[in-house]
């Protein structure tokens, strides 16, 4: 069964920072792009950002110049840097691991900004 393991989330405080991690058990050469996702409690979960295997990045306009998005091809993890971290911005942070067929989607780690 394929996994999808995000880790590094937790507590911090605003303006703090945090790294996620997301590791899959899906094959190098199936992987095409990877990405960070976000819901809030009550809210429609949303991109945060995504890089594709070649190393392109798109970002949610509200993170640019905060957050850094970047992935191992070899170990077939993406990492999140986030900055300045506000509590808004507290939400569950899912992975997305897009295949050439599909996708797969981790069980998420929780993110709590506080003020």
């Known amino acids: 069964q394929v996994q999808v393991v995000e880790s590094g989330g937790g507590l911090v405080q605003a303006g703090g920072s945090l790294r996620l991690s997301c590791v899959t058990s899906r094959s190098t050469a199936s992987i095409n792009v990877m990405g960070w996702y976000r819901q809030a409690p009550g809210k429609q979960r949303e991109l945060v950002a995504s890089?594709?295997?070649?190393?392109?990045?798109n970002y949610q306009d509200s993170v640019k110049g905060r957050f850094t998005i970047s992935r191992d091809n070899a170990k077939n993890t993406v990492y999140l840097q986030m900055n300045s971290l506000k509590p808004e911005e507290t939400a569950v942070y899912y992975c997305?691991?897009?295949?050439?067929?599909?996708?797969?989607w981790g069980q998420g780690t929780q993110v709590t900004v506080s003020s």
């Open positions: 997305k691991v897009v295949t050439y067929w599909g996708s797969d």
């Open positions: 890089i594709s295997r070649g190393g392109d990045t």
